[in-house]
């Protein structure tokens, strides 16, 4: 699976040399702010990538995380978390966490669309589930230009930092192939 290549970047996994990087980049503001895993210490990131190393992408139930790095230089710019669904694992969620620097250059959606398709065509995956804060309009602009369609919207669904946010479900399903439609 690893590593995916766009026009820009590389998808590919966490290096040791990137803990200080992603530490620093989750715990930013304009980052965290809507982020579950806000890591307290270098350490704990670096803990968590070692983890990685030798880990399958796609296991139920764990998440496993993605640099998002620029293809030219193989510099991380932030990072995609992906999981399966413990219960159900043809359905795959993500987060997404991209320097403040690089994003509104279509960065997320092109590591996103790519990631997606992969998982689709190489995988049992049948739907993208994406749990985002309504506050968070980059996150769903991001998932409306996937193709995501919102299912929900629970009020206070998460405590988060001691705060009490909604969350907005959204899905995208396998697309139907000529043969599927058929029937």
Known sequence: MLPLTTERLHLRRLRADEATFVHACRNLPAVARYQSWVPDTVDEVATFIATLQDAPVLLPGRWFQLAIARR???????????????QDPTVAEFGIA??????????????MAALIAH?????SVRRWRASVDPRNTASIRLCTALGFHRHALIPRAFEIRG?????????LDRPQTDEQNKD
């Open 98 to 111: 991209l320097h403040p620097d690089h994003q509104g250059a279509g960065l997320a959606r092109e590591a």
């Open 163 to 171: 705060e009490w946010v909604d969350d907005a479900v959204y899905f």
């Open 119 to 123: 998982v689709f065509a190489h995988s």
């Open 72 to 86: 030219s230089d193989d510099t991380c710019l932030g990072d995609i978390a992906l999981s399966l669904d413990a």
